[in-house]
């Protein structure tokens, strides 16, 4: 067996879909944040905690790495030793890609992590055993793991707090991983409504919680699938393909006069996040 | 040279006798005859009296008790299964819906109990006889839509196959075993996806579709 | 017989223990436990209540005074998430992080649960009679112009109720109090527009050049202009997008989404703006002759002299102003902070004016048809105004609800002390805050998720709205009580007979709504449908009514900034943050635990100081530094922060309470405590920015808990958040 066949067989399997039925046949869910309309306010992060029972775990355990944030804002400066920073600041809202070819999907002892037919990366709680490998191997670092039971740790959810939490999303003891699942629970009940009266889940009938809250519209979530989804045309707009890591717009001579990219796309996890460059005006 | 060899073989047999050992004693997560406990309710509920099949005696002489049932349809109270994924345990009006009117039963002792709560507008605290993991998640709407609506199956065929003949029992008790392999089981199976069509297909078999 | 008319609380009739126990089980249940758990069940629901099925209530936030309408998800009878509403034209669905909050100060687990009666330090727990009883004991032993409240900023039918009580009393005494209101920049817009708070478009104007007003973080409506901003920055046919320039002393959450940030040297911001002026004028803009006369001085070289801005940046900024129409110039932290601030915002004021934004961009605001219902907004001058009454000795019985006053008066107020000579102090309290727990009586309030009333927003949008706030749940401390009914209450012992019809506040409230159905588009249908439709919707919109601007701004002469103080050097700028703003939400988790979005930082407060300054002075991150001034000091760990005037270090306020809860005891250091009384010239109002203080050393170092990491915001050349120039990008194409 040649190299160069072994080389195109790795691709094929690195792309083939683990689950026997028509992947992305009816839905491939999909993001898009627009850096330019991003202000970093966090309100995307607060709602994840709000929707998806999320332990607040204090100052010791974050000093130590162990927060819990599924969606985190990455603050960037610019890196050219000036005085101030007169183009302001760079906010980068980062949570699981969910990615194509995710790296933590293959290496889970358990298998606990999978890719779903409408394209979500899984992360099933009561199969994982917490070897915590899925996170080594995630080059975003989106993977959250409970090193404590945060159920009954004293101040995590007190007496009436408990009432807040939200019953279609498990509370995660210890040992378990966790992650974005692009409110999988919402998408799940919309389905269930849709299959209900005989449809398909309708562009913009389902928002993450992140999306929802957005006070600025920053976020785009929807079925990739659907042409006439925003997600669909905003993909097809920047010229971005799913299961690319060199995107043909990139080739250009110059490179691309539009905004889209993924993050570390070189790394070929195929993310299904996309983001939108951020804009500095130049007359200013 | 040795030392490590003696340590290495010592570590191994330890690790593989203690993983049998422990697979020994486990327990196992359903018990032998699949049933679940005998729950007690505040009320002893007769689903028999109201879901059993009618005695044809009982419609000659109405004065006298009822022996047999209503025939009521399980979706008649528990009237969420078919839209949500609980199927719900019905409201106390809808008990008294009923019953406000029946004064042949009215002073029976279960009766007077279920009118207790009614004037004190206080909520039955009913058991729950069939527990899933809080990790699962099941939707009755799915299933019942599936079966019933799309596959013209009787309610009584659909509702036991997985509850069981409710309508002979006074309270509920688990009869299936509810764990992941007996789903799985007939997830596994094809099944027409209406009355009239050939097509089939088999249940989800993504974990993330009952595991939240 | 099932009821034919459902009624909204028929609904919140539910179970017993179902809903707790559906909730408690969620904590780690991995067995099959068949006849352990109780099933939620219910004995009266409405149709639409479905175990299994959410519902959802409209009601408005509380969490600061912008006003969104939020939709609450109900499961079995516990509210578990807030979203935004959409019909609201403030928020059009979309909700910050606090408001997202607010669930968190619902079901706080250190709510006061019931009245408390102080005996020496201590508070014993008593009932509603024996406190409402104690309260017209008091009252009937003063005279009415003894009697005092002490609110932040009201509005809505509680604001009625609250102004019809202290006519029954005969007290003309109601002080409105808002630590880190946008007086000034109120005032000054009376003085240019005619009006406090005129329209500002964002939408529509091409470029917005700000001068500390953080409007995407805390200032006045965020989350509106946020929504604003969004379509602002997508481009139009043209491919252009709108441009932001923001001019402060330390870099905001807005300042750090701007094209250009211009660090300006602190309380010149004035200086600036007139240059500006000058600029244009030179640039061939059509400057009225007199306005130019009086800005010829600030020209390019003067101007960068004095603020630090360089000329070419003045140069290019007029530029921009000139090709790009309309514009919109914004004034903020400038006006809040100096005491010249009037005059910085009367320079921005002449700034719009000479761009011509004036009806452009800056709009006449709705026409609120109800005066009596409309905000009575809070400032900062109110607190010394009731502070020089009670040091007085005229206040006898001072009422108090939805302000800290103990947490956030500047130390040589006094207030503290001076608070000790009122005998009977009264706080209607969600919380055993500072204030609190100084007063003799505390009477426990309904959280706002579980509370009727009304409100009318200071800043509205398309058209005036009333909000509507419904309880989304049953409250869950049964001694608490709901605003308006104590208000109510009060109300019926001084006057029963004319609130004899009103069983409680929901009726009263439903009455005054109703009365007026035909005036707000209800006059089709019956009341109880016009009620039903109104709390449906979560608000009514009012009747529109003729407002415009008037007003004209003149010619601005500026005084000179205050001069360097060799013992206290550098400027303190106490910074409010979006999460903490006045210190009100420290006792919610979420917001402790989300990080500054500037700094990163989460669970304390920091110290922001630029890296120049820091090397001057020796000083690395995490170093604990003592910040002194004249009047208080305070300990908190330094943060390196580069977007920050060198002459000024900034500390966020909100932090250091010493009570309120676990989540916000002991967190933190107080910046109001270190607060100079300097007070704006022409409005009296405390000027913010004004207070001067020393850094020293205490030898003690921590490691400074932030999400950033040990990269430090550095993305070390790698592709992750990427910006382009728009010379290098097509926008036009975009969807």
Redesign the interface.
Same mark, same amino acid.
Do not use: M
């Given at each position: 067996m040649s190299v160069t066949n072994l080389l195109e067989n790795w691709s094929q399997f690195r792309q083939a879909h683990p689950v026997g039925d028509a992947p992305h046949a009816e839905y491939k869910w999909a993001l898009s944040i627009d850096l330019d309309t991003c202000t970093g306010c966090n309100a995307c992060s607060v709602a994840c905690y709000a929707e998806n029972n999320l332990p607040v775990v204090g100052k010791e355990k974050y000093d130590a790495g162990q927060m819990m944030h599924w969606m985190r804002i990455e603050r960037y400066w610019d890196e050219d030793d000036r005085e101030f920073p007169d183009q302001g600041a760079q906010f980068l809202p980062m949570m699981c890609q969910h990615c194509e070819a995710a790296p933590c999907e293959t290496v889970c002892p358990a298998g606990a992590t999978n890719h779903t037919a409408d394209g979500l990366n899984s992360q099933i709680y009561n199969r994982c055993v917490g070897s915590r490998y899925c996170s080594a191997n995630c080059p975003f670092k989106v993977r959250y793991f409970n090193w404590y039971d945060y159920p009954t740790t004293e101040n995590v959810w007190p007496a009436e707090m408990t009432q807040q939490l939200n019953p279609d999303v498990s509370v995660r003891s210890k040992g378990v991983m966790e992650k974005c699942t692009f409110c999988v629970q919402r998408l799940t009940a919309a389905k269930s409504t849709a299959r209900s009266e005989g449809r398909l889940v309708r562009d913009g009938e389902v928002q993450t919680a992140c999306q929802q809250a957005c006070p600025t519209n920053a976020i785009t979530f929807g079925n990739l699938v659907e042409p006439e989804s925003k997600i669909a045309k905003q993909w097809a707009a920047q010229q971005v393909e799913l299961a690319r890591e060199g995107q043909a717009k990139d080739e250009e001579a110059g490179g691309s006069d539009l905004r889209g990219y993924r993050i570390f796309e070189e790394l070929r996890a195929y993310p299904s996040v996309m983001y939108l460059e951020r804009v500095r005006e130049s007359a200013i | 040279m040795h030392r490590f060899l003696r340590l290495s073989v010592l570590l191994l047999g330890s690790f593989i006798s203690a993983t049998l050992y422990a697979a020994e004693v486990s327990q196992p997560?359903v018990t032998a005859d699949d049933l679940?406990?005998?729950?007690?309710q505040p009320i002893e509920f007769p689903h028999n009296r109201h879901a059993g099949l009618r005695d044809p005696a009982d419609a000659a002489d109405p004065s006298k008790p009822a022996k047999g049932g209503m025939e009521i349809d399980c979706r008649y109270c528990h009237?969420?299964a078919r @839209?949500?994924?609980?199927a #719900?345990?019905?409201?106390?009006?809808k008990c008294v819906?009923c019953h406000?009117t029946m004064n042949s039963v009215r002073e029976t002792p279960r009766i007077q109990k279920l009118f207790e709560?009614?004037d004190a507008?206080?909520?039955?605290?009913?058991?729950?006889?069939?527990?899933?993991?809080?990790?699962v998640?099941f939707?009755h709407?799915?299933h019942l839509?599936r079966f019933i609506d799309g596959q013209g199956k009787s309610v009584q065929e659909v509702c036991g196959y997985c509850h069981g003949d409710v309508k002979n029992m006074t309270v509920a008790r @688990?009869q299936k075993s509810? #764990?992941m392999g007996w789903c799985v089981s007939c997830h596994e199976k094809d099944h027409p996806v209406d009355a009239t069509s050939t097509k089939t297909t088999h249940g989800p078999?993504?974990?993330?579709?009952c595991?939240? | 017989m099932i009821e034919n008319s459902f009624n909204r609380r028929d609904f919140l009739k539910v179970m017993g223990w179902g809903g707790a126990a559906v909730a408690l089980s969620g904590c780690g249940n991995t067995s099959v436990q068949d006849g352990v758990e109780i099933v939620t069940s219910y004995v009266e629901p409405a149709e639409y209540a479905l175990p299994g099925i959410g519902v959802y209530f409209n009601s408005t936030c509380a969490q600061c005074d912008a006003g969104c309408s939020i939709t609450g998800r109900v499961r079995e009878g516990r509210v578990l998430k807030l979203e935004g509403n959409a019909n609201s034209a403030i928020n059009v669905g979309k909700l910050c992080g606090l408001g997202q909050a607010g669930v968190q100060a619902h079901y706080n687990p250190d709510r006061v649960r019931q009245p408390l009666l102080r005996t020496g330090d201590q508070g014993e727990a008593i009932t509603w009679d024996k406190a409402l009883g104690l309260i017209n004991e008091k009252l009937g032993a003063v005279k009415g112009d003894e009697v005092a409240f002490l609110t932040g900023t009201v509005s809505g039918h509680s604001k009625v109720l609250l102004g019809n009580y202290l006519d029954a009393l005969g007290s003309k005494n109601h002080y409105a109090y808002d630590a880190v209101s946008p007086s000034v920049v109120r005032a000054a817009n009376k003085k240019a527009y005619g009006v406090e708070m005129p329209r500002l478009r964002l939408d529509k104007a091409e470029v917005i050049v700000s001068f500390g007003a953080d409007f995407l973080g805390a200032w006045v409506s965020p989350v509106h202009f946020s929504q604003q901003y969004g379509q602002f920055r997508k481009a139009g046919k043209d491919g252009k997008r709108g441009v932001l320039v923001q001019i402060e002393s330390k870099m905001t959450l807005t300042g750090a989404n701007a094209d250009r940030w211009l660090a300006i040297r602190p309380g010149t911001e004035g200086v600036l703006a007139l240059g500006i002026i000058n600029a244009l004028a030179a640039a061939g803009v059509s400057v009225p002759a007199d306005i130019s006369a009086s800005v010829k001085a600030y020209d390019a070289a003067n101007v960068s002299k004095e603020t630090g801005v360089s000329v070419e940046q003045i140069g290019k900024l007029a530029a921009l102003l000139k090709a790009r129409s309309p514009s919109l110039v914004l004034v903020g932290s400038a006006a809040e902070g100096y005491v010249q601030g009037s005059q910085i915002a009367a320079a921005v004021a002449l700034l719009n004016q000479v761009l011509g934004n004036v009806g452009k961009t800056i709009e006449a605001p709705a026409h609120v048809p109800f005066p009596q219902i409309a905000a009575t907004v809070g400032n900062r001058a109110s607190l010394q105004a009731l502070n020089n009454s009670v040091a007085g000795g005229k206040v006898k019985v001072l009422f108090s609800f939805g302000v800290n006053p103990l947490f956030t008066a500047p130390p040589a107020l006094n207030f503290a002390e001076n608070l000790k000579k009122v005998p009977f102090k009264v706080v209607f309290a969600h919380y055993l805050d500072e204030t609190a727990l100084a007063a003799d009586l505390v009477l426990p309030l309904d959280s706002n998720l579980e509370d009727w009333g009304t409100s009318v927003p200071e800043y509205l949008t398309d058209g005036s709205q009333l909000n509507i706030q419904q309880p989304l749940m049953e409250k869950l401390h049964p001694e608490t009580r709901g605003l308006g009914d104590i208000l109510l209450a009060l109300l019926k012992q001084r006057n029963a007979n004319e609130y004899k019809d009103f069983e409680d506040y929901y009726a009263y409230l439903r009455n005054a709504v109703i009365k007026n159905k035909s005036a707000l588009g209800g006059a089709l249908v019956d009341d109880d449908t016009f009620w039903g439709e109104t709390l449906s919707s979560g608000l009514l919109k009012l009747p529109a009514g003729a407002s415009s601007l008037s007003g004209h701004a003149s010619a601005v002469s500026l005084s000179a900034v205050a001069v360097a103080d060799s013992a206290y050097p550098l400027h303190l700028i106490p910074s409010i943050t979006a999460n903490m703003r006045d210190g009100r939400h420290a006792n919610q988790p979420w917001l402790q635990e989300s990080p500054d979005p500037l700094t990163t930082i989460v669970w304390d407060s920091w110290v922001e100081m630029h890296p120049k300054k820091a090397k001057e002075l020796g000083l690395v991150e995490g170093d604990i530094v003592e910040v002194a001034s004249r009047n208080g000091s305070l300990k908190a760990q330094l943060y390196i922060f580069p977007g920050i005037h060198p002459d000024a270090v900034s500390i966020p306020l909100g932090y250091g309470h010493e009570a309120m809860g676990r989540y916000a005891k002991g967190i933190g250091a107080n910046a109001f405590k270190l607060l100079d009384v300097v007070v704006g010239q022409e409005t009296g109002e405390l000027a913010l920015h004004e207070t001067r203080v020393k850094i020293s050393k205490t030898g003690k170092r921590v490691i400074v808990v932030k999400d950033e990491g040990a990269a430090g915001g550095m993305q070390m050349h790698k592709k992750i958040a990427v910006r382009v120039s728009t010379d290098n990008v097509k926008l036009s194409g975009e969807v």
């Open positions: - | 997560l679940g406990p005998k729950v007690e009237t969420a @839209r949500s994924a609980n #719900a345990i019905p409201p106390l009006q819906g406000q709560y009614w507008k206080k909520a039955i605290p009913w058991k729950k006889v069939h527990d899933l993991p809080d990790f998640r939707n709407e799915r839509k @688990r509810l #764990a078999n993504d974990c993330w579709q595991h939240k | -």
